[in-house]
């Protein structure tokens, strides 16, 4: 079965397609048929002995044993150990309730920043940007986010904001901007500095020196959802030369 | 009404009254005890009365709270035998509500909301004659009942309907002048400083004559405060009086 | 549903963007978004884009008894629906506080102004007259429902053609579009609405707000005008305080834009005319434009990137000018014209961006012919008529022979 997967690597799957195990039809003498682990990601169900593609999209492999698929989608749904930009909506007793535009409001505790104690409490206000981690969400439970690492320390998380630009863009778009190499973030590199916060809920944080420079760093990275690497870098290399 | 002038060549109005006079304004507050403010006026024929209870905690929806101001919650409501015809529907109509909609955007204005929060202002006015200028009596009505409720405003915040007719802007206008066809323009205002809490205006008017028309209603609107000034210094005499101070 | 809410920072930033007289897509802050109007295969149905906002207004009509005060006038009848469809905010059934202030808008703006002769619409005095009613649906909100909910109807009702109707006697015969050609309304005047948001306590005025700015303005003031320059409505909501002159500047500024409007929509009504006489495909199916990866397309606005000198940003309006009217536009379908759609990309540029700018005023070399339109945003209205299918997509689909 791996065979077939590794066939497909870059094709586009429906959902409905199947994946069955067939046994090798010809049992080779010589090589021991060797129990095969896959490691199935999101688009990929297990159906028994199948693999059933349940999202319409590209198939992507990592080595040595993951695939999945890279489908499109808007709205986000909460897994745990993402790290997110929320919204608070509401302070409740010891507990804000922050929106991440998922099904439900998450929940973060107080407490779950970097030297907050029962007396110290951290300076977070209704509307306030944070970026957080879920430390709980499935799909039984409420989603809980936390803005310290296992270690107790912030490492990045924490309420944020003042200054710049929030804006939405498909969750496909985040994913890119967040791969370790991507062209995205080289090119605007190369465009002005800025700073620029990405939550894989869809939701980025820009900026920069000014307030133009911000919107035209927002719009840019707003428009490259739908561009082919071509057309983005004549429109970065387009906007670069307009600012000299 | 066909043949009837609105404005005639000496310059009268069909009650007789000059195109920049106001109807006679009688008002009285405190008119209700269960109320914590109330005041009825009666601007010509148009009859209105205006209750206040507030600030009080917010009852209905929670969730309506707002963590830094009161909520203002206004309604509008017209007695059945207010017009000629008897009205079917005294509220809930489309009208009714945008009436209310209008009263609550003019109050949040003028009203200090930022020293009440999470709680909730109710503001409800009748309407017991209907001839001309209904909102505008309406606003005057509930400026009145505001103050004698004691609740901190910015200013007086007054209301008048002026029309258009044969190039000269008629000040409070009447149910027939206000039917007859030219534009009718609602003012509310905040005399002191001169700031237009609301403006709404229907039918067809040249651009160059907005301003001479805003310029009457403001002047119109001037000219109502002083009478409300009047009657709020002589209820609080009276009240005085009584009180023994 | 509950709707996203607004952050401190958006609101910070939006406000202080505003300070600097900059707007989120890039527009001047008297500029309108592109205007897109098209019309359906029936008489009366118009849809209206004004950026992203989207707007569905169908016009019908039926013989009723009049009103007993008016025995010898039609009835106009205006019913205006938000569905959850438009935005997560609304909910159905409910008639919220905006249901009931945009329909009263839309009823003060069309009623009251009497843009229609009503008289013309009876049949036979005191039993039948032709009730119109004009359904305004949202179909997305991205801000100012108001002025795109009174293009839509004012368009549709244009372009709305009534049954003839035959009276022998007593009897009253309705013919059908086959046995006699409709007749049209007979429309006096135009009237459409402008709004002008406020920002600060009126410091700062925006003219179409989009969907962000609506959230942090303080008020709203909606200007409806035609194109004599008579005003027809004036509201303001939403509590702000204003002084006269802002209101006379208002007024000013709404007379320019509403006879920008007007042409546009007599322009998409010829269009259509035309196109149905030589008997081309119409309708909204005929509109959307095919290989799209998404229908929502927005357009290029100048962004003015640089601090460089007024020479420099008028070089570039003169720049964008010329991206926009390179090629002559054709009419595959009515109410609009196309430049490049579904068709090989005849420029060899890339692409249409949203909202990102060129202004590489350098770079390009302005056409200067195209001068002759004095401001970018002038394009911009004029731009539905002369379409420019541009979206960033476009490249990406069209696997054609040529492409880019």
């Known amino acids: 079965m791996e065979s077939c997967l590794k066939d497909q690597i870059g094709a586009v799957l429906l959902p409905g397609d199947v994946f069955t195990f067939i046994k090798t039809e010809t049992i080779s003498l010589t090589d021991t048929s060797k129990a095969e682990k896959i490691i199935c990601g999101p688009g990929l169900r297990r159906n028994g002995d199948d693999v059933v593609v349940c999202k319409s999209g590209v198939l992507r492999h990592k080595h040595p044993n993951l695939y999945w698929v890279d489908s499109q989608q808007r709205r986000y749904v909460p897994v745990k150990g993402e790290s997110v930009i929320g919204i608070i909506t509401t302070k409740s007793g010891d507990v804000f309730k922050v929106d991440v535009g998922g099904s439900e409001q998450a929940s973060l505790s107080y407490l779950a920043f970097e030297g907050a104690t029962k007396r110290n409490r951290p300076n977070v206000q209704v509307g306030d940007l944070v970026y957080a981690q879920f430390l709980i969400a499935n799909k039984d439970m409420e989603p809980e986010l936390v803005c310290i690492d296992s270690s107790g320390r912030a490492n990045g998380l924490g309420v944020f904001g003042a200054g710049g630009l929030l804006f939405k863009v498909s969750l496909g778009l985040v994913r890119r901007l967040l791969a370790p190499q991507n062209e995205i973030v080289k090119d605007l590199e190369k465009l002005y500095p800025c700073e620029l916060v990405v939550g894989m809920n869809g939701r980025l944080w820009a900026r920069a020196a000014t307030v133009q420079k911000t919107l035209i760093v927002a719009n840019l990275l707003e428009s490259s959802e739908n561009m082919t690497a071509q057309q983005r870098r004549t429109l970065f290399k387009r906007v670069a030369d307009g600012n000299l | ?245 | 549903m509950r709707d996203t809410p607004l952050s401190n920072c958006e609101r910070d930033f939006l406000l202080k963007a505003i300070e600097e007289k900059k707007r989120l897509d890039g527009r001047q802050t008297y500029d309108y978004r592109n205007i897109k109007i098209t019309f359906g295969t029936d008489y009366g149905c118009c849809f209206v884009d004004l950026g992203k906002t989207r707007v569905m207004a169908q016009v019908s009509c039926e013989l009723v008894t009049p009103k007993e005060s008016r025995p010898n006038e039609g009835i106009m009848f205006f019913n205006l629906e938000l569905s959850p469809m438009a935005s997560p905010a609304f909910e159905l059934g409910r008639s919220s506080e905006l249901l009931v202030k945009l329909n009263r808008q839309l009823e003060r703006c069309l009623r009251n102004s009497k843009c229609i002769d009503t008289e013309s619409l009876c049949v036979v005095s005191g039993e039948k007259v032709w009730q119109i009613r004009v359904d305004v649906h949202m179909l997305n909100h991205d801000g100012n429902l108001m002025d795109a909910t009174s293009i839509a109807a004012i368009a549709a009702l244009s372009h709305f053609k009534r049954p003839d109707v035959g009276i022998q006697g007593d009897e009253v015969t309705v013919y059908s579009p086959e046995e006699r050609d409709p007749i049209a309304l007979s429309i006096y005047h135009m009237p459409i609405c402008v709004s002008f948001s406020f920002f600060q306590q009126g410091t700062y005025l925006l003219v179409d707000p989009c969907e962000r700015e609506e959230r942090v303005m303080d008020g709203l003031l909606m200007i409806a005008m035609n194109k004599h320059r008579e005003i027809c409505s004036i509201q303001s909501s939403g509590g702000i305080m204003l002084l006269k002159e802002q209101v006379l500047r208002c007024s000013k500024i709404a007379s320019v834009k509403v006879s920008e409007i007007t042409d546009l929509i007599t322009k998409a009504l010829e269009n259509d005319k035309k196109a149905r006489k030589e008997g081309r495909k119409c309708g909204f199916a005929e509109s959307m434009p095919q290989e799209r990866i998404t229908a929502l397309k927005t357009y290029e606005t100048s962004v003015e990137m640089t601090d460089l000198t007024k020479q420099a940003s008028d070089i570039v309006e003169s720049a964008h000018a010329r991206a926009e009217i390179a090629l002559s536009p054709v009419l595959p379908a009515p109410g609009m014209g196309q430049v490049g759609t579904g068709l090989q990309n005849a420029w060899g540029l890339e692409d249409e961006d949203d909202e990102d700018d060129d202004d590489d005023e350098d770079g390009d070399e302005p056409e200067v012919t195209i001068v002759a339109e004095k401001r970018g945003n002038k394009e911009k209205r004029e731009r539905p008529v002369v379409i420019i299918s541009d979206s960033e997509e476009e490249e990406v689909v069209i696997l054609n022979p040529e492409s880019s």
């Open chain 2, 1 to 245: 009404m066909a043949g009837l002038e609105l404005l005639s060549d000496q310059g009268y109005r069909l009650d007789g009254r000059k195109a920049t006079e106001l109807r006679k304004v009688q008002a009285r507050m405190g008119v209700f005890a269960q109320a914590d403010g109330s005041a009825y006026i009666e601007q010509g024929n148009t009859k209105a009365l205006a209750v206040v209870y507030g600030p009080h905690e917010m009852r209905g929806s929670r969730s309506r709270t707002l963590h830094d101001r009161a909520v203002i919650n206004c309604q509008y409501s017209m007695a059945t035998f207010s017009t000629a015809e008897r009205k079917r529907r005294p509220h809930g109509d489309r009208k009714s509500t945008e009436m209310s909609l209008h009263l609550k955007q003019t109050f949040e204005a003028a009203v200090m909301t930022q020293l009440y929060p999470r709680s909730q202002i109710d503001i409800y006015v009748k309407v017991l004659q209907a001839d001309g200028g209904n909102y505008s009596v309406c606003v005057n009505a509930a400026t009145l009942a505001v103050i004698d409720a004691g609740i901190p405003m910015r200013d007086y915040v007054c209301a008048c309907t002026v029309g258009f007719v044969d190039e000269t802007p008629l000040a409070d206008l009447c149910f027939a002048e206000e039917s007859g066809g030219g534009s009718s323009l609602a003012l509310a205002l905040l005399p002191r400083g001169g700031q237009i809490a609301l403006l709404q205006m229907d039918a067809r008017l040249h651009q160059d004559h907005l301003e001479a028309l805003m310029e009457a209603a403001m002047t119109a609107c001037k000219g109502v405060s002083k009478v409300l000034d009047e009657v709020v210094r002589q209820h609080l005499q009276e009240v005085s009086v009584l009180t023994g101070e």
